[in-house]
C-alpha cells in the first residue's frame, strides 16, 4: 500500500471513528481539550495513549517507537528464543492497540504495556509451541548478533580478562535462573522498572519480589570467581 | 533470608532496593557504606553488590530491537486491524471514495509543489506551510547506533538510552568533538523534514550538542566540523542557531530540562526553518549549495577534563511529502 494511500485511509479511518457507535480504538475520556497544543514528541506516554484511543494513530507510532526495543528485549531476556521474540513482539503491539480503549488514565503506560507482554509471554510458555527456527539474518530483529552472546557483551564491557569471564558467566547463569527469579531482575534491573511496578505487573507483593531479587542474584553471585559448581546449582533449580 | 525478614529488617530493605536500583544510586551508595563498615560479616553481601555490578556491565545483554520489516508487519497489522473493526465488509463506494480523495489530494500537492516552485519569494511560507506524512526514515538511539550513520570526529560517542558523548581523548587539544553524520543525504529537490528528539534532562556549559546540516562530505578530525554548514547548537541551556557564514541568526531560547524536546528542520533547496520545543529560531535561506548533497548530524563538541553531561540525542525520523 502506498503511503499516500495510507494518510488518505487514515484519514479516512479517523473520520469513521469519530462517527461510528462503537469504533475500536474508541474514546473513553469525555474530554482530552488538555492535550490541544501539545506538540506529539514532547507528549508523556499516558498522553499518547489517550490520542491513541481518540484514533490518533502517530500518536501509537511514536508510543511503538518509544518501547518497541524494551519490548523486544524484555522477551529475548525472557524467552530466550529469538524467532518466538519476533512473533510474540508482534502480538504485543497489535493487541495493545486493539485493547487501547481499557487503557484507563492516568496508568502508568508501561505498566499497562508490559502486563499484556507478560501475558502473552506466559501464555506462549504453556503452549511450548516453537516458532519454527530460523538463520539469525532471516529474523526482522536488530541486535541478536551484537548482544545475544555474553562473552561478546562481557568484552565489550570491558579489557579486564578475569572480570570479562566473570560477567560472562554471570550473564551465562542468569538464563538458567527459576523464571520467578529471573523476571524479577530482568525487569527491574534491564528494565528499570521499581518494585511498585513490578508489584502491578506480576501481580505479586513487592516483599516477595525483594525476596526473589535477593535470592537471585545471591545464585548469580556464586558464579563469581566459580569454577561452574554454582552453575550446576543454578541451572538445577530451572 | 524470608519476607518477613525484608519487612522488618530496614537494612535488607535498602540492600533489596540497591540491587535493583544498581551501581551510581544514593540506595546503592548507602547499601556499600553500610556493608563495608560491617566487615567480614559483609563478604555475602558484598558477593551480592559484585554480581550486581556485573549485571550492570552486561546490561546490553540480549538487548535488541526492531527491524524495519519487524516495523512494517506491525503498522500493516495495525492497518488491517483499524479497517476490520471499522469496515465489515469490501465496500467498492468506499474505496472509490478513497481513491478519488487521493487523486485530490495528489493534485493540490502537485500545484502546491509547481507554485512553490514559480516562486522563490514565498519560499518561507510555502515551507511553513508544507506538511509531511510520511516517515522516510527513522534511527532512534537506544542501545546502538543504527544503520545509516557513519561516525565522526576524534570524540567518541556512545549510545545508552540516547547518543551521547563521552569524556574527550587524552590526546584533544582546547576541545574535541564528535558525532555522526548520515550516510544518506536529504533531496534538494523537493522539501523535507527532519526531526530530532533529544533528551535534555542534563546539561553543562562544558559540553556542546549540535545539530547540523551541511553540503560538505569531510569533517576535522579534531572537532568534526565541516567547512560550511547550518547549525542547531545547545550551550548549557542556551540555544542558537547559526548560519553557514558564521552568524548567529536566531534569538536567544532556554533549552528545558526535559526529555522529548524535539528539533525541526524543515528544508528544500534553498531555505530552511529551524525550530525547538515548539518555537521557530530561525526562518531564511540555508546558505548551502542546492547542486550539492546535503547531509545531516549530529556532534558533540567537549573541553578536555570535563563529565560528559550533555543533552542525550534519542531519535532522528526523516519526514517526506510524499512516496517512502
Known sequence: MSSGWRVVMQRNMEKQVRSKPNPKPKPVEPEISDLKGVP???????????RTQQGDRNAYSLLYERYSGSVLSYL??????????????????????????????????????????????????????????????????????????????????????????????????????????????????????????????????????????????????????????????????? | MTESDIESDAFLKLLTEAMRAGPGSPEWRQAVERVRASGASGEEYQLLLTAREHLESGKEYRSIGAGPDFTRKVMEGLDADANASSRPGFDTTRVV??????????????????????????????????????????????????????????????????????????????????????AVALPTSVASAVEVTLDASAVSEDVAAQIFLTDQPQFSEDRATSDHELVWLAKGTDVRV?????????????????????????????????????????????????ARPHLVGIRFLIKPGVEPVSPAITSVRFLGLGEK
Open chain 1, 40 to 50: 506529539i514528541g514532547r507528549a508523556s506516554d499516558e498522553d499518547l495513549m489517550r
Open chain 1, 76 to 238: 529475548y531476556r525472557m524467552l530466550g528464543n529469538v524467532e518466538d521474540v519476533e512473533s510474540i513482539g508482534q502480538e504485543v503491539f497489535l493487541r495493545a492497540f486493539r485493547f487501547a480503549p481499557t487503557y484507563r488514565y492516568p496508568q502508568k503506560l508501561s505498566t499497562w504495556l508490559f502486563t499484556i507482554t507478560r501475558n502473552l509471554a506466559i501464555n506462549h510458555s504453556r503452549r511450548r509451541k516453537r516458532s519454527p527456527v530460523r538463520n539469525i539474518t532471516e529474523l526482522n530483529l536488530e541486535g541478536v548478533d551484537m548482544n545475544g552472546d555474553p562473552l561478546d557483551v562481557a568484552t565489550r564491557a570491558t579489557d579486564d580478562v578475569e572480570k570479562r569471564e566473570e560477567i560472562a558467566r554471570v550473564l551465562k547463569a542468569l538464563v538458567d535462573l527459576p523464571m520467578d527469579q529471573k523476571e524479577v531482575i530482568v525487569l527491574g534491573i534491564f528494565q528499570d522498572l521499581s518494585y511498585a511496578e513490578m508489584e502491578d505487573i506480576t501481580g505479586t507483593k513487592a516483599v516477595t519480589l525483594r525476596s526473589r531479587m535477593f535470592h537471585g542474584l545471591k545464585k548469580l553471585a556464586r558464579m563469581i570467581g566459580g569454577d561452574g559448581e554454582g552453575e550446576a546449582e543454578a541451572g538445577g533449580r530451572k
Open chain 2, 97 to 182: 471514495a478513497g481513491l478519488g480523495g487521493m487523486l485530490v489530494v495528489g493534485v493540490i500537492v502537485l500545484v502546491a509543489m509547481l507554485w512553490w516552485k514559480s516562486s522563490d519569494a514565498t519560499n518561507r511560507q510555502d515551507l511553513a506551510a508544507l506538511y509531511f506524512p510520511t516517515t522516510t526514515s527513522l534511527s532512534t538511539f537506544d542501545s546502538f547506533t543504527p544503520d545509516g550513520w557513519r561516525k565522526i570526529g576524534m570524540l567518541p560517542v556512545i549510545v545508552k538510552r540516547g547518543l551521547r558523548p563521552q569524556s574527550a581523548p587524552a590526546s584533544a587539544g582546547e576541545v574535541a568533538g564528535g558525532g555522526i553524520v548520515s
Open chain 2, 242 to 290: 547559526i548560519t553557514p557564514d558564521g552568524k548567529v541568526v536566531s534569538p536567544a531560547q532556554t533549552l528545558p530540562a526535559s526529555a522529548g524536546i524535539v528539533v525541526r528542520f524543515v528544508v528544500n533547496k534553498t531555505h530552511i526553518i529551524v525550530s525547538s520545543n515548539n518555537t521557530t529560531l530561525y526562518t531564511g535561506p540555508h546558505q548551502l549549495d542546492p
